[in-house]
Each structure stands twice: as C-alpha cells, then as structure tokens.
C-alpha cells in the first residue's frame, strides 16, 4: 500500500519530468484506500497533525491527478495510443482525448479540403481588358489574354480578373 512519502516522492517525479511518471494500473484505487484511512485516523484522533496531514493528501493528490492529465492531453494532441505507465482510468482518458481530437482534426481538414476544391472550380470569363501574362496563386503561369477573349479559369484568378475590371462572368 502507499504512503504518505511515497506521493510525496510520485508528486516530485511528476513535476521534475514531461514524462508520465509510469504508476500501476491500480492507483487512484490505492489512493482511495489511503485517503479513507488518513480520514478515519484525523477524525478519531482529533489530532491536528493528523488532520492536516489528510487536508495535505488530498492537495497532492489532487496535484499528481491535476499534472498526469495536462501530460495526458499532450499526449492525445500528439497522437500516441501506447499509455504506457498510464492507470486503467488514465488510458480510457487518452482513448477518448485521442479519439475526440482525431475527429475534429477530420472535420476542420474536411472545411478546408472542401474550400480548396470549390476553388479548382473553373469560370469561364469574357476578357475586357488585355492581360500580360502573370503567376496565379497556385504558382500557375496565366495569360497573356486580349480584349474580348473567352477563358476557362480557376475561381480565384477569375475573383482577381473581376476585382481588376478586366473580365466578366459568361
């Protein structure tokens, strides 16, 4: 069973290393064991000691649990599955972390992916104006176009063409 010095020791370690301190699967169970037998022995004794020793237990409890779940939630943005050294309780966190992350990475890249295609689109346009030839925003040589000409070309160089006043929409 854990003590008292032994979180005392985890909570350091945890601090000290951007690593997941590697801890049983069965912890916060032992936690809970210990954090009842602290409580039953400050009420009962009445002693101030021992109750401020179970009012510190629960503060570095809550300081491992606090520090393990920003590790944890860096470990879900960087991708890993592994938990390796994670309790049973922390690897259900990374799964779902890593799970909800992955589905909004999917969505977000969905937007723009849809936002990119709607801009292959192509336009045909009616040039007004002669055009020398230029570098279009996909590094794409356009041009040169004249007066009166008709063009099939990608939304965004015709959004431009349009801007400019040298073309029109057919």
Avoid: H
């Amino acid at each position: 069973m854990l003590d008292y010095s032994d979180l005392r020791d985890i909570q350091r370690k945890e601090m000290e290393s951007s690593a997941v301190v590697s801890l049983p699967d069965d912890f916060y169970q032992l936690i809970s064991q210990l954090i009842e037998k602290k409580k039953g022995d400050a009420f009962s004794s009445q002693s101030l000691i021992a109750i401020k020793e179970y009012e510190n237990l629960k503060k570095i409890v809550a300081s491992i649990a606090s520090k393990r779940e920003e590790k944890i939630v860096l470990l879900a943005v960087g991708g890993s599955r592994d938990g390796i050294g994670l309790t049973t309780e922390e690897k259900e966190l990374l799964k779902g972390l890593t799970s909800i992350i992955k589905n909004s990475r999917e969505n977000v890249k969905n937007i723009w992916e849809t936002k990119e295609e709607s801009n292959d689109v192509s336009q045909r346009v009616k040039i007004l104006k002669n055009v020398d030839k230029y570098r279009g925003l996909d590094n794409t040589i356009y041009g040169p176009f004249e007066q009166g000409e008709e063009q099939d070309l990608p939304k965004p160089e015709v959004e431009w063409l349009l801007k400019s006043g040298m073309a029109e929409l057919l």
